[in-house]
């Protein structure tokens, strides 16, 4: 039996604006086992990086749970989480702006290090961040170096060596290599890899490039505006897509072989806004399966067996729209 | 000598930027590509390989300073575009000869509405009064999916794909016969880059359009592309048509970047990645600039500039293990 590291049940973000309550993440249920890698995918605005940075508790919840080794993190004080924060972290899409410029590359690394107090002694200090710099490939005469003074790919190394600093037991990469050339996003990849197997870490895997993160992920989760529409493990995914959503998503991946020719869906319209969504499916204007329903119930993410999940009225009973 | 077949040929062609305090970057070095009636070549690189400044060549819109034509032709139509004056050139672009900028939101006037960005445009290339150019704007608008009636509406009030649409219908609007399309696709989400491939390849059928599409996306090439040029450092070391170059890839760097990429349809363990970095560009290694990434390098490698070397019909490669007497 897989143990489960993480949990998160009914999860809600609004935030307010000038037009009215926006939708970010709108009761998101989903698991992570112990060392795993959960893929969440969906295009740019549907959640992503607020799911990642409500579950590190960055940013407050509007409501739901986040039960992190069998405890609500939403409950605990700010020293709990203060504690909490060594065992969750976060890996940023653009190293640079995530970096100090100010700062060095030894001191970038050691910060987490200082400032939760992890060594009395400089000398130990300045050693853990030699091995994790070892750790993550990036060369000892780099120390004194500073973040503008690198490529894109080291600068991502500085940001995985920070984030590893506390041993962390969990890390959300949120687009850790989209903004990576793809020869030095494959030498990331392999890396993020090789620190999963290594320190047995459990990752949440945010991006918009499905091949990447099939590449990654056990199992994925697909987002559309503030909601989950479908999870499953990769494979079963990937064969057979069950949300229509997921269905026009996969198809549209451009993939790099004349072999392969893909039945392309090509959807209607643009994605709706996220403020005050109505009530119903919020597909619906775009899916060419709709049905009365549809735009009058919001489906609910239900497990269609195979641990496979679904959020669609017609599951398995998709015919074109009559509407 | 040149092909009455191609529209488009560039022979030896070089394109250097002298960066003060800094040196020189061959942003070009010798190329030599063509483009027939109707096909649409792949120009494929990472960051800084020199994609830009190949279309930017081709437009005649290289800055200079810094940058400068060193060496080489471009013939369009059988004429060198190198050696014609400002106001032909200027006739040919937008007419004959348009480009989709690599940003598109920024090439978008916020103030003006759609309709009129692309009336103007007609205005400019065509003998046309303004309630013509505004029909033929309609027209254009229909033809990227986007209802005429929104013609009156400006750039903000669309999302990025309508608006990407609408870069292109600029593009189009004036029915050139070359479209040079610098990562048309790259900042859209993967459903709405869908519509807009499709969009193109449906146009370029209609129009019998050549095109030049600027990628990094290997997969976007398989999509759209005949012909195929991998660049890396200012060199393409290797072109094809693309069957061959996604069947039998030759140059290590090509292999490498196919070890790259994981594959949606396939289920890889693990990705192959080519190691080291891209070099300095104004510091570019010795003899075949890929060397020191090389898994394939020899010892000759550092020392001896590779050839462009046609190892089968139409086949290019840049590398000295397809040259002879190179042991
Ligand atoms: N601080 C904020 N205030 C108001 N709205 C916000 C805020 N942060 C995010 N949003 C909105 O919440 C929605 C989800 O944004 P989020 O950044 O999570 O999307 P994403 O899936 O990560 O997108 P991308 O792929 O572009 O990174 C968007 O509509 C966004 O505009
Ligand atoms: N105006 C300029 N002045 C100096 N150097 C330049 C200039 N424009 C480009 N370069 C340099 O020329 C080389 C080629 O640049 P180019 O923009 O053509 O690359 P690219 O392949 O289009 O890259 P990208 O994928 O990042 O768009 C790079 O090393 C770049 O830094
Ligand atoms: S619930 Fe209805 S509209 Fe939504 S995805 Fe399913 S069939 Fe389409
Ligand atoms: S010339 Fe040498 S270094 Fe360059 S690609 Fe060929 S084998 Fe590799
Ligand atoms: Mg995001
Ligand atoms: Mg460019």
Known sequence: ?323 | MENNKNLIEIKDLSIHYIVEGEGTVRAVEDMNLEIGKGETLGLVGETGAGKTTTALGIMQLVPNPPGKIVNGEIYFEGENLITKSPAELRKIRGNKISMIFQDPMTSLNPVMTVGEQIAEVVKLHQKVNAAQAIERAKEMLEKVGIPADRHKEYPHQFSGGMRQRVVIAIALACNPTLLIADEPTTALDVTIQAQVLDLMKHLKDEFNTSMLLITHDLGVVAEVCDKVAIMYAGNVIEYTDKKRLYTEPRHPYTIGLFGSIPNAEEDEERLNPIKGLMPDPTNIPSGCPFHPRCPKAMDVCSERKPKNTEIEPGHFVKCLLFEENVK
């Open chain 1, 1 to 323: 039996m897989q143990e489960r590291l993480l949990e998160v049940r009914n999860l809600k973000k609004y935030f307010s604006t000038k037009k009215g309550l926006l939708h970010a993440v709108d009761d998101v249920n989903f698991f992570i086992n112990k060392g795993e890698t959960l893929g969440l995918v969906g295009e740019s605005g549907c959640g992503k990086s607020t799911t990642g940075r409500v579950v590190l508790r960055l940013l407050e919840a509007t409501g739901g749970e986040i039960i992190f080794e069998d405890k609500d993190i939403l409950q605990f004080s700010k020293d709990e989480m203060r504690e909490m924060r060594k065992e969750m972290q976060i890996v940023f899409q653009d190293p640079f702006a995530s970096l100090n410029p100010r700062m060095s590359v030894s001191e970038i690394i050691a910060e987490p290090l200082r400032v939760n107090k992890i060594y009395k002694d400089k000398i130990d200090m300045s050693k853990r961040v030699a091995e994790l710099m070892d750790t993550v490939g990036l060369a000892e005469r780099l120390v004194n170096t500073y973040p503008h003074e690198l490529d894109g790919g080291r600068r991502q190394r500085i940001g995985i060596a920070r984030a590893l600093a506390l041993k962390p037991k969990f890390i959300v990469q949120d687009e850790p290599v989209s903004a990576l050339d793809v020869s030095i996003q494959a030498q990331i990849l392999n890396l993020m890899d090789d620190l999963q197997k290594e320190f047995s870490l459990t990752y949440l895997f945010i991006s918009h490039d499905l091949s990447v993160v099939k590449h990654v992920s056990d199992r994925i989760a697909v987002m559309y505006l503030g909601k989950i529409v479908e999870l499953s493990d990769y494979k079963s995914m990937f064969k057979e897509p069950k949300h229509p959503y997921t269905q026009a998503l996969l198809s549209a991946i451009p993939v790099p072989s004349i072999e392969v020719k893909r039945e392309r869906i090509i959807l209607e319209g643009d994605v709706p806004s996220p403020i005050n969504p109505p009530e119903g499916c919020r597909f619906y204007g775009r899916c060419r399966y709709r049905q009365p329903i549809c735009n009058e119930k919001t489906p609910e993410l239900e497990d269609i067996g195979n641990d496979r999940f679904v959020a669609c009225h017609f599951t398995n009973n998709l015919k074109e729209a009559t509407v």
